[in-house]
């Protein structure tokens, strides 16, 4: 019967030697707040640059694509994009591969 009274009496001491909600509430509220500060809000700050240099690709632009490679922007449409690779060689890719507009003369040095 000794483990009876064991029972009652860490049953007494968790009822009585508890915290606050806050407390229990503190942790998960503070890992959520470094969640955001940390990883959410650099991500979101990122799609929006991209974003905007994406509204930004005109013809005559030299832009390097996501697979690593460089070309003049042709044409531009509201999907896709049709790059100049070498001379007569034209290739058509989704708007979103591109990943950064070159300085002029970039395409012609490399």
Not at 15 to 28: D, E, T, V
Not at 44 to 55: D, F, S, W, Y
Not at 65 to 74: E, F, H, R, S
């Amino acid at each position: 019967m000794d483990f009876l009274i064991k029972t009652a009496q860490a049953q007494a001491a968790g009822a009585n030697g508890g915290q606050s909600i806050f407390g229990a509430l503190l942790l998960p509220v503070l890992l959520l707040v470094v969640f955001y500060v940390l990883l959410i809000r650099p991500q979101n700050k990122r799609a929006k640059e991209q974003k905007e240099m994406l509204a930004r690709v005109a013809a005559g632009d030299e832009v390097a694509t996501n697979g690593g490679i460089l070309g003049k922007v042709v044409e531009v449409g509201e999907h896709f994009v049709t790059l100049e690779i070498a001379s007569g060689v034209n290739v058509k890719l989704q708007k979103f591969q591109v990943s950064q507009i070159l300085p002029k003369g970039t395409v012609k040095n490399a």
